[in-house]
């Protein structure tokens, strides 16, 4: 399985953007990452396959919404009030075992994107 990330961009503080993360076939679990330059790459919000449930970050947490359509297996997250600290390359990830839970740690994942930059100005 394959996965394309798409939505990058440069913006400013405040602005919204969408991520979509498309897999080229069925994905269970899936999540976003990101890296900034100089640091790690971090955790930033997951969805089970059903959708049923999310995770975020507390650094996101009411400013982005995951979500996604099985239907196109396809993973979105809607980042809002963009800040500078948003500023990273964005990595979706995807599991290929059927779970019930919430994948917090990139090590649990199979399938990665490419990443897309997202670049946030003040």
């Known amino acids: 399985v394959q996965l394309q990330a798409s939505g990058g961009g440069v913006l400013q503080t405040g602005d919204s953007l969408r991520l979509s993360c498309t897999a080229s076939?069925?994905?269970?679990?899936m999540g976003w990452f990101r890296q900034a330059p100089g640091k790690e790459r971090e955790f930033v919000a997951a969805?089970?396959?059903?959708?049923?449930?999310?995770y975020y970050a507390d650094s996101v947490k009411g400013r982005f919404t995951i979500s996604r359509d099985n239907a196109k297996n396809t993973v979105y997250l809607q980042m809002n009030s963009l800040k500078p600290e948003d500023t990273a390359v964005y990595y979706c990830?995807?599991?290929?075992?059927?779970?019930?839970?919430?994948?917090?740690?990139?090590?649990?994942?199979?399938?990665w994107g490419q990443g897309t930059q997202v670049t946030v100005s003040s």
């Open positions: 969805i089970t396959y059903t959708g049923s449930s999310t």
């Open positions: 990830a995807a599991d290929h075992q059927y779970s019930r839970r919430i994948l917090y740690y990139a090590a649990e994942y199979d399938y």
């Open positions: 076939g069925r994905t269970y679990a």
